[in-house]
């Protein structure tokens, strides 16, 4: 009877740190990454260069590049966050380093959508088009809206829009 009663009285006591656990453990996954973060401030920021705010595009870009470089520290070489931090980077103005980000993106992953237009696009922008049409050759099998993007920009039927 008393190994009845400790074996309940166990179980109900796991039981319940169990589901304390839990419901603490639900509260924090609702709370956004840096990542994701900065994904939201990216989006904000574009939208204001394209109505000309340029100064509240910056402010978005800067921050969103801080929150970028953490979530780097935190999970180091995510093709997604290099894809971001070249692209943050290379929209301060800062395109030798945007660079960077981008090239060790592709050594993660070659053929990342993303890298290879963003990166496709920073060629254009400093004048080496044959870099650019390197780009657009990997994204040509990919029938995907960025290959049409670069290809546009690349014959200068559109100007890059970011």
Do not use: W
Not at 99 to 119: A, R, S, T
């Amino acid at each position: 009877m008393i190994i009845k009663k400790t074996f309940f009285t166990l179980l109900v006591l796991i039981l319940l740190s169990t589901s304390s656990h839990s419901a603490g453990t639900d509260s924090t996954s609702k709370v956004k990454s840096d990542y994701a973060k900065a994904v939201e401030a990216i989006k904000f920021a574009k939208k204001y260069e394209k109505k000309g705010k340029l100064e509240k595009a910056r402010k978005r870009y800067e921050k969103a590049q801080k929150l970028l470089i953490k979530s780097n520290k935190k999970k180091p070489l995510q093709p997604d966050t290099l894809n971001y931090l070249g692209f943050t980077t290379r929209k301060l103005g800062d395109y030798k380093n945007g660079e960077k980000y981008y090239l060790l993106g592709l050594e993660i992953d070659p053929k990342h959508v993303g890298i290879n237009e963003y990166l496709g696009e920073l060629y254009v922008v400093t004048n080496r088009i044959d870099l650019a049409k390197g780009r657009l050759k990997v994204l040509e099998s990919c029938k995907c809206e960025e290959y049409d993007e670069l290809k546009e920009i690349i014959s200068g039927t559109k100007k890059s829009k970011y």
